[in-house]
């Protein structure tokens, strides 16, 4: 539980904080099935492997969330840089890849593994809203070929931007032009629950829980509300 709000909530602050190019940050299943020939572009499922075999968006590439935790199990800890450079070169990404990732409609495994291709320098990442449950809905075409890729020649680089310490995030705590924001439900941040060893928030943190950003959605997977009532939701938030 705490690992999949992380990982929704550094997807959301992603997109609010950038509000002139945040809508650009996510597609539909429209616009990627219009797009399966465009230059460059690699899709990515971030489902567990079985699910991929059954079925996927055509030309996709399996890169499972789980490869992106040093350890899954223990800790969120992102994948140690010469771990990941293997991977991105064995599915062909680089720098200049254009990267549409999804997972089942969650948006947890697709936010978990944007984010960390965003830490590790890739510039033209994308989420594809509603995931794979919106492109099956729509009833568009799925296959269970793999792609063959050309290994590409893709070299580590880590965006700091993207990442925090905790020594960071203590500062951010004492800092008036910063917020640490717990996406936790209510009764966690206010202590009454906790998945984790200890219970409360970290000191001056406010709470806005991960589940006020999604649109009321069914069968076809959660979307992330339109970037003006995000907006909204963090209008009192330091810029």
Do not use: C
Request: glycine share 4%; no cysteine; hydrophobic share 40%.
């Amino acid at each position: 539980m705490k690992r999949w709000l992380n990982n929704l909530l550094i997807l959301l602050l992603l997109l609010w904080t950038l509000p002139t190019v945040a809508e650009s940050l996510r597609v539909n299943s429209d616009w990627l099935n219009q797009n399966l020939a465009k230059e460059k572009l690699v899709i990515v499922d971030t489902r567990p492997i079985e699910d991929y075999e059954l079925g996927h968006i055509p030309g996709a590439i399996s890169l499972p969330d789980n490869l992106t935790y040093q350890h899954k199990e223990q800790s969120g800890q992102i994948v140690e840089p010469n771990i990941i450079q293997n991977i991105l070169r064995e599915r062909g990404i680089d720098t200049e890849s254009f990267v549409v990732v999804y997972d089942d409609g969650s948006l947890v495994d697709a936010a978990r593994v944007f984010w960390t291709l965003e830490v590790y320098g890739l510039r033209q990442v994308r989420v594809l809203n509603g995931g794979f449950a919106d492109w099956q809905a729509k009833k568009l075409t799925v296959n269970t070929d793999t792609p063959k890729v050309e290994t590409s020649n893709y070299v580590v680089r880590i965006d700091h931007r993207r990442i925090a310490s905790k020594f960071s995030t203590r500062l951010a705590t004492i800092n008036p032009n910063q917020r640490v924001i717990d996406a936790r439900s209510e009764k966690a941040y206010r202590g009454e629950v906790s998945t984790a060893e200890r219970f409360g928030h970290i000191p001056t943190a406010i709470n806005i829980s991960v589940h006020q950003h999604f649109e009321q959605q069914a069968a076809n997977g959660k979307h992330l509300l339109p970037i003006d009532e995000l907006r909204e939701i963090y209008k009192d938030v330091p810029k």
